[in-house]
Nanobody
Framework: QLQLVESGGGLVQPGGSLRLSCAAS????????IGWFRQAPGKGREEVSC????????NYADSVKGRFTISRDNAKNTVYLQMNRLKPEYTAVYYC??????????????????????WGQGTQVTVST
């Protein structure tokens, strides 16, 4: 059974850091583009960052550029999201998702919620004093 499991969320003060992990089971992540998305209370799900299946192309939402870094370790079948200099407005449930789009370059179009087929259950990130 194909499954994605997020971990690493928690409570952090503004300016702090967290690293989220997305571990896959039942399939190999190598052939999938992976995205991180988030949903704050009362808001829709939005893209945060994506990484291609081929070549490691990445895409970031403007709101997190320079603060977040997405990476993948295919040997561990895991994708990471390093989040630095966190802001209270980043508080949300963070989801990882997989897309079987075999693209070498991740465009904004390839980093949409609707482009992803398989989703994890999410991990809560709260940025607060």
């Amino acid at each position: 059974q194909l499954q994605l499991v997020e971990s690493g969320g928690g409570l952090v003060q503004p300016g702090g850091s967290l690293r989220l992990s997305c571990a896959a089971s039942g399939f190999t992540l190598d052939y999938y583009a992976i995205g991180w998305f988030r949903q704050a209370p009362g808001k829709g799900r939005e893209e945060v960052s994506c990484i291609s299946s081929i070549g490691g192309s990445t895409n970031y939402a403007d709101s997190v550029k320079g603060r977040f870094t997405i990476s993948r370790d295919n040997a561990k079948n895991t994708v990471y999201l390093q989040m630095n200099r966190l802001k209270p407005e980043y508080t949300a449930v963070y989801y990882c998702a997989a897309s079987n789009r075999g693209v070498a370059y991740i465009s904004d179009y390839d980093c949409r919620v609707g482009a992803y087929d398989y989703w994890g259950q999410g991990t809560q990130v709260t940025v607060s004093t």
